[in-house]
């Protein structure tokens, strides 16, 4: 019974934390750390034309999925990786085929000398590396998988500073707290930063941010509406000037919607 209740408390922490209101339209979004800075960006173009507000809860991927896997009352999911939404699918937890890929994540390393080789200062760093904790955050699984492949995974494990969420991660760096890190490289990007290497994306598996419409939205039509806005042409060259890759040509041609 008490394990019971501690897989419950996520949803209905969140559930208290977003009350529904019959008489408006909100539509309430659980969004990964690490794109709510862009999605904030790109909202109020949706805001004017769908005349819907939305309410933005975010956090790491795995404790979103967590949640939504219990049935807090989010409309539309996107998480970071493709990982969680095709559990939640596999799962019956969302409506029709609503799953599909909106972005392109694309990993980076926030350092302190631009000038500086990328494997030598990570072979060399002594102090505390940071990163999201890859066991729930897709930027730091990301992470884990370049310095594994560097050979360095289980050499820096004690100086492995392991944030959250990617969110939490970028965080931790703006504030002086280390100066060598994993992030987004929208991150870096949002905040208008430069000191920051852009990681060659063969060093790490594509970071497929996938997005589904959970099985309980109350909203799914206006969750729809935003789902295919941001994969709308205009955003997508929008994301990608705010540090996104682009899209496969597959994702990009995949008509999505049905069944919703």
């Known amino acids: 019974m008490v394990r019971r209740l501690s897989l419950l408390l996520p949803a209905l922490l969140v559930a208290m934390a977003l009350p529904v209101n019959a008489n408006n339209c909100t539509l309430r979004v659980a969004v990964?750390?690490?794109f709510r800075p862009a999605l904030e960006q790109v909202l109020p173009e949706f805001g004017r034309r769908h005349a819907c507000p939305v309410q933005l809860s975010s956090g790491s991927s795995g404790v979103l999925y967590q949640q939504i896997a219990h049935r807090a009352p989010f409309d539309l999911f996107l998480s970071a990786d493709r990982e969680r939404p095709e559990l939640l699918e596999k799962q019956g937890g969302v409506l029709g085929n609503s799953r599909q890929t909106y972005a392109l994540g694309l990993l980076a390393l926030w350092h302190p000398k631009s000038e500086s080789n990328i494997e030598q200062l990570m072979q060399t760093w002594p102090d505390t590396i940071v990163l999201a904790d890859p066991r729930v955050a897709p930027f730091g699984n990301a992470a884990r998988q370049v310095l594994e492949g560097l050979g360095l995974w289980e050499k820096k494990?004690?100086?492995l500073a392991r944030a959250h969420n990617a969110g939490q991660?970028?965080?931790?760096?703006d504030s002086g707290n280390a100066?060598?890190?994993?992030?987004a490289a929208s991150q870096m990007r949002a905040a208008g930063r430069t000191n920051f290497w852009l990681l060659p994306q063969h060093w790490y598996h594509p970071i497929e941010q996938q997005l589904v419409i959970p099985i309980?939205?109350?909203?799914?039509q206006k969750a729809q509406a935003l789902a295919d806005y941001l994969r709308s042409p205009e955003v997508?060259?929008?994301l990608r000037r705010l540090g996104y890759g682009v899209l496969p040509a597959a994702d990009r041609g995949?008509?999505?919607?049905?069944g919703v």
């Open 254 to 258: 995949r008509d999505g919607g049905r």
């Open 179 to 183: 100066q060598l890190g994993f992030v």
């Open 157 to 159: 494990q004690t100086q």
């Open 236 to 238: 997508q060259a929008q």
């Open 169 to 173: 991660a970028y965080l931790m760096l």
């Open 216 to 220: 309980q939205s109350r909203r799914p």
């Open 32 to 34: 990964a750390a690490s």
